[in-house]
């Protein structure tokens, strides 16, 4: 049976083009089939998004804590800190993102497989991000901090509205392609049976034996990613406008 | 105004301050000044702590500021400082520099903070340039625009690190003069400079650091004329 479908799917792509188009209606618009896509991008979409937040959070207080343990004068709990965020990210870069998802997955009863890719992948990205960050923090020159702090604003303060907002310009093109690999990243996800765009294309494929739905699914993630760039253009463009004219 | 008691700094094994014990009165400027490396630096941004003193004492209005329980933040927004390298924040519009401090310290609203930004802008004629950014400026302007974000903080003090030694030669001046007006306000000032004829000219008490100790201070006529320590004697046949 399955040689047969195997023999007939090599038929149809060595036919006429005529069949390419058939092979694309019954991958997509047959039963209705392209809702499926659009709830599996949604499903990416949404991991991608609750993973960029998170990861930007993690990033910051990680990298912000390894910048105030790296110090020649930062107190024990700075140096602990900074000891378990290095921990951290060697761990979590230091091992695949399939194993982890599965670790996480078995961690817990999840209710849903795509919370704990939301957080799997959160974590993940965390440690990508916050070495992103602590290199902003670092192409900072010093006397923007002792220029804050000679002002009399708290370290806080001067981290936040003076090093943070320059670091981050510095990093936006090292940022975006976190984002960016991170959006086709999520493509693992279907191995905790969590139905993205990929999984969904797959299985289509695997039910009705055509490629196209791995065409449309790879349509899909180019669109996204050139979107963020665009995304990415724009906001380099704002930016910009302290730079020299 | 301020005291400092057998102030000392080491950075590892490397003394750079050996023991300075000094009085600054309300008024006073004095100005210091020394070969590189001699830590008269490192002994100006001691006094607002910038850098952490090894150990000593520095009393300013009433307070010794150095110890764990001293609200540094606090004692700095009375302390204005000037750096060789400007250190405006370049992500900020010139305005936005100079009303960070007030307006986020709750020291002053937004719109008192902005009247008061222009009339400083006023004073050294850069209104113009309110609404740029510092890439925009020239060395000169920045500096100036530099020591006026430090004297919006309203500050009792004004602690200059070597403000003209980043400066192409003929933006010198433009600083100077800032500096000189303030001075003659009756600003209390510590300046690091290696300007002699303005040392000369604005400084009430020159103070000559070297190894890490003062080794002479006087007033400025006596002290250039008349220089009694053999490394001033050598250091000023250098300079002058």
Known sequence: MEVMATLWQGNLFLSSRMSWIDDLKRGLIEEDRWKLYIEGIGVTLSI???ACLMGIFIGVIVAVGKYYGSRSNSSFFWKVVAMICDV????????????????????????RGTYACMIGFGINSGAYISEIFRSGINSIDIGQMEAGRSLGLSEGTTMLKIILPQAIKNVLPALFNEFIALVKETSVAGYIAVRDVTKVASSIKGTYFISSPLYVAAVMYL??????????????????????? | MIEVKNLRKSFGKNEVLAGITERIEKGEKVVIIGPSGSGKSTFLRCLNRLEEPTSGEIWFEGQNIVGRKVDIDKVRQHMGMVFQHFNLFPHLTIKENITLAPVHLKLMSREDADRKAMQLLERIGLTDKA???PAMLSGGQKQRIAIVRALAMNPDVMLFDE???????????????????????????VIVTHEMGFAKEVATRVMFIDEGVIKEQNRPKEFFENPRDARLQSFLSKVL
């Open chain 1, 48 to 50: 991608a998004a609750v």
């Open chain 1, 88 to 111: 951290y990210t060697t761990v979590i870069r230091g091992t695949p993102i399939v194993l982890q998802l599965l670790i996480i997955y078995s961690l817990t009863v999840w209710t």
């Open chain 1, 223 to 245: 669109v996204l990613v050139l979107f963020l760039t665009f995304l990415q253009k724009r906001l380099e463009r704002r930016l910009a406008r302290s730079d020299r004219s």
């Open chain 2, 131 to 133: 609404d740029t950014y």
């Open chain 2, 163 to 189: 403000p003209t030694s980043a400066l192409d030669p003929e933006m010198v001046g433009e600083v100077l003069d800032l500096i000189r007006e303030l001075a003659n306000e009756g600003m209390t000032m």
